[in-house]
């Protein structure tokens, strides 16, 4: 499933004092497969623009096309739509409601209706995803799960509906590093298993640097970048320009580079780091 | 999606009205509230145009704006007209066929009740477009403060009101997030029959009652780890003073009050007004 966005614009408050352009012109077309980093300061846009992805936003003008077919248009089920493009709010474990956590990842497929024994299969292959055991957690209750736990319960809700597009809105915000590591892993498998294309937003440029085939830098509700990360993060200047950091492996590599070590300029990756530098270190203790 | 919600709220400018004491301006809403009923001729309703007209102007807010708040009560207010026009008891018939009657008297009355209801809207609402929350939760507590003495939480009562008022648009905000998020496992709100509609609110309640227990007890945390034991010995930071502008606020209603009992007493209440 392709999604097109062309020329994507947003006001909230049209017409009032309290105007304001969220979203100013917006076009990108995602491919099937890609692993979509959405990147920019608190406030640029980000929300409000994957929001319209799935149709919950309308557009204040321009249009989104899934499949050549447009969003927004008069005979688009937009219910199905919404099935087939899965999104992951922002702190998504505040919509856990159910009685017990089969239940609440039940909710997504039930309102796709599907039959009982297909809904449970759904649920079990999400929690495998999830990383939650089935015979452990099924039957409790989301709220006796810690933070992390309610996080991928949440996630798996969605996931349970089998999307082909997957958007993430800041999934990692708040967790510890080991909440955070899990998510991501489940992330990278569900890419390499299913091949759903997925769209992350996030602050976090380690995670893009992990992640991220491309880049979607977005500033003040226009787009700024696009690229793959070894290309933006290498320009210099532009992360900093629009208020956000690089990875850390890019920052240690561009002070190494002032410093006259010979190193490659477009490294961001923690291993290729380490392998660049075993290589100098060798050929440093050599002579 | 859920930001339209007008009535009565505060309208930020800077007026002689605005500046007011919230006291004063309660017990002056009170008493115009008073007068308004001690009313039953048109000259009488005339000077309580004339008063929320010059009110408004000194209020600065858009007459329009202040005519918005009526809208609300439209059913209300069709409902009082017509009930009082068919069923009021009188004598000067002015149409009669079928099971309807309709009198002079029930005109009269007819009218009046809808004025009344109008101008109460009015009044109360000019109070919550000059007043912000929490300078009118400020002023309930300290008018309430003489019953503490019979042990009556004035300022408990105060500080919920304030909290609850902190927390609408927060709640609303969050009850947006939830019914999206929701929305995007292709959950259904606005088709079905009623059962169906309430089954659905689940999904959204649960969640959001959740969070509402949750910020309560957080809010509870923050306000107690900051000492506080409620209102016993509290200082303000925002000490309310009355100025001479309140004496004449208190003058120009007091005047009004004075005009429509001397119209009362001496202008005879003769047909049609």
Redesign the interface.
């Known amino acids: 499933m392709s999604i097109e966005v062309r020329h994507l614009t947003h006001t909230y ?1 049209e017409g009032s004092v309290l105007k304001t352009v969220a979203l100013d012109d917006i076009s990108f077309t995602v491919e099937p497969g890609e692993f979509v980093g959405i990147v920019g300061h608190t406030g640029s846009g980000k929300s409000t623009l994957v ?1 319209h992805l ?1 149709g ?1 936003l309308k557009p204040t003008s321009g249009q989104i096309l899934i499949d050549g077919q447009d969003l927004n248009g008069e005979k688009v089920d937009r ?1 199905a739509l ?2 087939r493009i ?4 922002q702190y ?1 474990e ?4 159910e009685e017990t956590v089969a239940k609440d990842i039940a ?2 497929p039930k ?2 209706g599907l039959p009982a024994d297909e809904i449970d299969r759904r649920v079990r292959k999400a929690m495998e995803s999830v990383h939650l055991d089935y015979g452990k957690y099924a039957e409790k209750s989301p ?1 006796e799960l810690s933070g992390g736990q309610m996080r991928r319960a949440a996630i798996a ?2 996931l349970a ?1 089998e999307p082909e597009v997957l958007i993430l809105d800041e999934p990692t915000a708040g967790l510890d590093p080991r909440g955070r590591d899990r998510i991501l892993t489940m992330l990278e498998e569900l890419r390499a298993r299913e091949h759903t294309t997925i769209l992350m937003v996030s602050h976090s440029m380690e995670d893009m640097a992990r992640l991220a085939s491309r880049l979607l830098v977005i500033c003040e509700g226009k787009l700024a970048a696009d690229g793959s990360p070894r290309e933006l993060f290498s320009r210099p200047g532009l992360m900093s320009s629009v208020g956000l950091d690089i990875p850390e492996a890019a920052r240690l590599c561009a002070v190494l580079r002032a410093k006259g070590y010979d190193l490659p300029a477009d490294l961001y990756r923690p291993e290729e780091l380490r392998e660049h530098l075993l290589r100098l270190w060798k050929e440093a203790s050599a002579c | 999606m859920l930001t339209n919600l007008t009535m009565g709220q505060y309208y930020p400018v800077d007026s002689l009205v605005h500046r007011l004491d919230p006291r004063i301006k309660l017990v002056l809403t009170l008493a115009f509230i008073v007068s308004v009923f001690l009313v039953n001729s048109l000259p009488g309703y005339l000077l309580i145009v004339g008063f929320i007209f010059l009110a408004a102007r000194k209020a600065r807010v858009p007459f329009r704006l202040l005519l918005k708040s009526i809208r609300p009560l439209r059913m209300i207010l069709i409902f009082t007209f017509v009930l009082n026009l068919f069923f009021t008891a009188g004598d000067q018939v002015l149409l009669e066929f079928w099971v309807i009657r309709i009198t002079s008297e029930s005109l009269r009355q007819a009218v009046f009740y809808s004025l009344r209801l109008v101008f109460l809207v009015l009044g109360t609402s000019l109070l919550t477009l000059t007043t912000s929350p929490v300078a009118l939760s400020d002023g309930l507590e300290l008018l309430l403060g003489p019953l503490k003495k019979i042990r009556f939480p004035a300022h408990e009562l105060a500080m919920m009101m304030t909290i609850a008022l902190r927390f609408i648009p927060t709640l609303l905000d969050e009850t947006d997030r939830i019914m999206k998020a929701q929305m995007a496992r292709g959950a259904d709100f606005e088709s079905g029959n009623l059962i169906a509609r309430a089954r659905a609110m689940v999904p959204l309640l649960v969640p959001l009652f959740v969070s509402a227990f949750r910020r309560a007890g957080d809010l509870a945390m923050a306000m107690e780890s900051r000492c506080y034991h409620g209102g016993e010995g509290r200082t303000r930071f925002r000490v309310l003073k009355i100025t001479r502008m309140d004496w004449n606020a208190c003058l120009t209603v007091v005047l009004l009050i004075v005009l429509i009992i001397l119209e009362r007493t001496f202008v005879p209440a003769s047909f049609p007004f």
């Open positions: 408050g929001q799935n919950l219910r919404r099935q899965g999104l992951v709010f998504p505040y919509q856990l409601f909710f997504g309102n796709q709220f809700g969605v509906m």
